[in-house]
């Protein structure tokens, strides 16, 4: 069963904003572990990945440490793994719902922007913002350039988008399943947990507990 503790029905208002994150949420995938995978270093950025994602981790640092064992792969890797990113089920039923409506959606993501910019133009999307790594003579450094999509970054982007489409943040929907969605989904006016670790179900307002995005639909009265 889903337990609804907060709801929101969009349809009482002109606008509205659904921002999800990407990992394991918009994409079946974790864009660290597949970019891992070509590094040989997957096992380990595996294991820091479930326990930053669980809240166990600073957010930021643990994926510094993830990045730095990316160091050294051609930036051709991002063609290679681009092809192994599976979208979830219904994202593209809730992102032309939600677009046809006259709502916005974007998407904010602690992966990176190599792997999202092709994907969030190919859907449409209004919005999307994710770290970018480094890449010197086409070859990634391991590092991580600017400040890095955290927690609370994901919060001020949702609340920036809100500002920039003048929709109130009773008007927002967020959707993650990590513990790094927790303070976007606590700004929105409505935060979904999507297939979520225990952390994250027991914060929102909804957990969603099949893998199918447009069930978040009627969760927003469309
Ligand atoms: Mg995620």
């Given at each position: 069963m889903t337990e609804v503790r907060n709801s929101l029905d969009v349809t009482d208002s002109k606008r509205f904003l659904v921002v999800l994150d990407v990992d394991s949420t918009l994409i079946e995938n974790e864009a660290i572990e597949l970019l891992a995978a070509e590094a040989g270093s997957l096992d380990l950025v595996a294991a820091v990945t479930e326990r930053a994602m669980r809240g166990e981790l600073d957010f930021a640092e643990s994926l510094r440490e993830r990045v730095s064992t990316?160091?050294?792969?051609?930036?051709?890797?991002?063609?290679?793994?681009?092809?192994?990113?599976?979208?979830?089920?219904?994202a593209q039923k809730l992102i032309a719902t939600v677009k046809a409506q006259g709502g916005s959606v974007g998407v904010?993501?602690?992966?990176?922007?190599?792997?999202?910019?092709?994907?969030a133009e190919s859907l449409g999307l209004d919005f999307w913002k994710a770290n970018r790594l480094e890449i010197k003579d086409g070859i990634l450094t391991g590092k991580v350039l600017g400040d890095i999509v955290d927690a609370q970054a994901k919060a001020d982007t949702l609340i920036e988008w809100a500002e920039a489409t003048a929709t109130p943040l009773s008007q927002t929907v967020a959707i993650g399943d990590g513990a790094n969605d927790l303070k976007m989904m606590a700004v929105a006016g409505l935060g979904i947990a999507f297939c979520a670790k225990p952390v994250v179900q027991d914060k929102a307002d909804v957990a969603l507990k099949e893998r199918d995005l447009s069930k978040a639909l009627e969760l927003i009265g469309l």
């Amino acid at each position: 069963m889903t337990e609804v503790r907060n709801s929101l029905d969009v349809t009482d208002s002109k606008r509205f904003l659904v921002v999800l994150d990407v990992d394991s949420t918009l994409i079946e995938n974790e864009a660290i572990e597949l970019l891992a995978a070509e590094a040989g270093s997957l096992d380990l950025v595996a294991a820091v990945t479930e326990r930053a994602m669980r809240g166990e981790l600073d957010f930021a640092e643990s994926l510094r440490e993830r990045v730095s064992t990316l160091a050294g792969l051609p930036e051709s890797v991002f063609d290679t793994v681009r092809s192994h990113i599976t979208l979830t089920q219904g994202a593209q039923k809730l992102i032309a719902t939600v677009k046809a409506q006259g709502g916005s959606v974007g998407v904010v993501s602690g992966g990176f922007h190599e792997l999202l910019d092709p994907l969030a133009e190919s859907l449409g999307l209004d919005f999307w913002k994710a770290n970018r790594l480094e890449i010197k003579d086409g070859i990634l450094t391991g590092k991580v350039l600017g400040d890095i999509v955290d927690a609370q970054a994901k919060a001020d982007t949702l609340i920036e988008w809100a500002e920039a489409t003048a929709t109130p943040l009773s008007q927002t929907v967020a959707i993650g399943d990590g513990a790094n969605d927790l303070k976007m989904m606590a700004v929105a006016g409505l935060g979904i947990a999507f297939c979520a670790k225990p952390v994250v179900q027991d914060k929102a307002d909804v957990a969603l507990k099949e893998r199918d995005l447009s069930k978040a639909l009627e969760l927003i009265g469309l």
